[in-house]
């Protein structure tokens, strides 16, 4: 039941970016078809980042105390990149146009998955 709300919280979180990010963008046939596509990108975004992110902190750790953590934006942001590339090669009809859009669509993403997760507890 937990990873069904981290999902659905991950796709209204990637819906809410493609509304307020411009180069962001899911373009379903239909608001179900877009839906499912959110869903779907939400499970590649949760793998990419389970699996890379803990690897890149450990191996970019300088980085991150250099920047004072500040690199954890640009990682997220090429994270996000990755997880469109994917969705592309899935022919999936979700588009990242950058890394400018992916950076502001990953900081969205963050923002609007903690506040959903605020209200909704995961059980």
Aim: glycine share 8%; hydrophobic share 65%; charged share 10%.
């Amino acid at each position: 039941m937990g990873f069904l709300i981290r999902l659905v919280t991950s796709a209204v979180a990637l819906w809410v970016a493609t509304l307020i990010v411009p180069g962001v963008e899911v373009s379903g046939r239909s608001g179900l078809h877009s839906a499912l596509t959110l869903l779907v990108v939400a499970l590649i975004f949760g793998v990419v980042n389970a699996v890379l992110k803990p690897v890149i902190q450990v191996v970019g750790c300088v980085f991150y105390l250099l920047t004072l953590g500040l690199f954890a934006l640009v990682v997220n942001a090429l994270l996000f990149l990755l997880t469109d590339w994917i969705a592309a090669g899935l022919d999936l009809p979700f588009r990242v146009d950058g890394f400018w859009p992916a950076f502001w669509g990953a900081i969205v993403v963050a923002v609007v998955s903690w506040l959903i997760s605020v209200v909704v507890r995961d059980p």
